[in-house]
């Protein structure tokens, strides 16, 4: 069975970190690019940041851009937000998506073949 599974998430303070894991069973991801998602309550799920299958290419919200960094490692068929500086408004649910994908062309993929069900991030004091 084909899946991606989010974990890391919690409640964190402002300011604090959290890295989030995806990981994929039931195939591998050495040929998929990779999106992370977030959804705040009442807001459009909108993008994170992605990496290319060989991690050569790496994209970022200009919202997150400096605090969190995207990595993965294909041994362990798992993909990594690390969030530092959090703030309120990253509050949200955070999402992993595969697509089939080998190379990023200028930015992240319109369209993802998996989904995870995602992890709750809450920065609050």
């Known amino acids: 069975q084909v899946q991606l599974v989010e974990s890391g998430g919690g409640l964190v303070q402002p300011g604090g970190s959290l890295r989030l894991s995806c990981a994929a069973s039931?195939?591998?991801?050495?040929?998929?690019?990779i999106g992370w998602f977030r959804q705040a309550p009442g807001k459009e799920r909108e993008g994170v940041s992605c990496?290319?299958?060989?991690?050569?290419?790496?994209y970022y919200a200009d919202s997150v851009k400096g605090r969190f960094t995207i990595s993965r490692d294909n041994a362990k068929n798992t993909v990594y937000l690390q969030m530092n500086s959090l703030k309120p408004e990253d509050t949200a649910v955070y999402y992993c998506?595969?697509?089939?994908?080998?190379?990023?062309?200028?930015?992240?993929?319109?369209?993802?073949?998996?989904w995870g069900q995602g992890t709750q991030v809450t920065v609050s004091s």
């Open positions: 998506a595969a697509v089939f994908l080998l190379s990023l062309f200028g930015g992240c993929p319109g369209a993802y073949d998996y």
């Open positions: 039931g195939f591998t991801l050495d040929y998929y690019a």
């Open positions: 990496i290319s299958s060989s991690s050569a290419s790496t």
